[in-house]
């Protein structure tokens, strides 16, 4: 872990891993900015501005690392509901956020149809994702069985929790890209929790270890270590664009909100026990890092929480203001000849 002093070779660390300065500074910012989106959805919720939120709190260092270890110009994403971190990272706005979650017309992901955090941009390449968990794995694998039939030069990325390890999907989609050595990389993000279930009531053992039984490797990685993530998943990448397969990781945190805003996590798990977790939070963390490297300062940190503060405000005052889709447009998106009466594409 790193230490407060961080010494002179872990200084330059993101140097040595291929990250310059910028690109180092922008994963610790687009972190920043995915914490606060969170805490301010919290707040709508609860003043009754919005109706719901799915929260991310204390996963968004494993997303942005990772992100930022693709390439954001070729790869296809298939994120989960809680990857405000990775979205943010790959292209969105905190604006198209906000407009998801006032379920707005504008809405880039649904034009307002579909719950928050169900992301989906053919710009971006972030292929929509679907209410029942895990089913984003399955759609990964078939990009990644197109990348390899077309001879492409690009990845598929699929993020899910735990608790989706366990499902079906999962176990057929890496058996599948295991026998095909697809270009897939598939990311757990264990948080400990499968809504309320604890982990050691759900795996026996490391969900990293099941890539052993189809054929591909599986890392455990501490989920709070930013530059250990993006060594991680560049190394996986690599290894998927030169045709040797898929690669399972499993990133370790801990989240640190309640599974959702009608859940209340204190039933299952106790506030000491947050907090313990809280003290290991990978954002400090990685600032920590940035400002032993001498290339942050704490006037820079602050300068940037305003400037992020102030996006945030502006983009919460637009979605709030912006019009609802027309009742009308319910019956877009039905028939084939939509697009010809002024539908989304």
């Known amino acids: 872990m790193m230490s407060q002093s961080a010494s002179k070779g872990q200084s330059v660390r993101h140097l040595e891993l291929g990250l310059s300065n910028e690109q180092a500074i922008e994963m610790y910012k687009t972190m920043v900015a995915a914490r606060k989106f969170d805490e301010r959805m919290l707040l709508l919720q609860r003043a009754g501005k919005i109706n719901f939120h799915v929260s991310g709190i204390g996963q968004e260092v494993a997303q942005v690392a990772a992100a930022f270890a693709l390439d954001r110009n070729q790869d296809y994403f298939l994120p989960y509901y809680r990857d405000y971190g990775f979205v943010l990272s790959v292209g969105m706005t905190l604006r198209d956020l906000l407009l998801s979650v006032f379920a707005k017309a504008e809405d880039p992901n649904s034009g307002g149809r579909q719950m928050p955090g169900h992301f989906g941009s053919k710009k971006l390449r972030i292929v929509t994702g679907s209410s029942p968990v895990t089913t984003q794995v399955p759609h990964a694998v078939g990009i990644a069985l197109a990348a390899k039939m077309k001879q492409k030069p690009f990845v598929s990325f699929v993020t899910f929790g735990d608790g989706s390890s366990n499902q079906g999907d999962f176990h057929e989609g890496c058996n599948f890209a295991g026998v095909h050595k697809l270009p897939v990389i598939f990311m757990c993000e264990n948080n400990q929790y499968a809504i309320s279930v604890p982990l050691h009531k759900q795996v026996a053992g490391k969900v990293a270890d099941r890539a052993l039984g189809y054929g591909f490797p599986g890392y455990q990685v501490d989920g709070n270590d930013a530059l ?24 370790l945190m801990y989240r640190l909100s309640p599974h959702s805003t009608s859940d209340n996590d204190l039933a299952y798990r106790t506030k000491e026990e947050v907090d313990s977790y809280r003290a290991k939070d990978g954002i400090p963390r990685f600032k920590q890092y940035l400002i032993d490297a001498g290339i942050w300062s704490e006037e820079l940190d602050s300068e940037m929480h305003a400037s992020v503060r102030k996006e945030l405000d502006e983009a919460t005052e637009y979605g709030d203001k912006a019009p609802f889709p027309a009742p009308e447009s319910i019956l877009l998106h039905v028939y084939a000849d939509d697009a010809e009466q002024g539908g989304r594409g």
């Open 228 to 251: 250990e993530v993006y060594r991680i998943v560049k190394e996986a990448r690599e290894r998927a664009v030169a045709g040797e397969g898929p690669t399972l990781i499993e990133a």
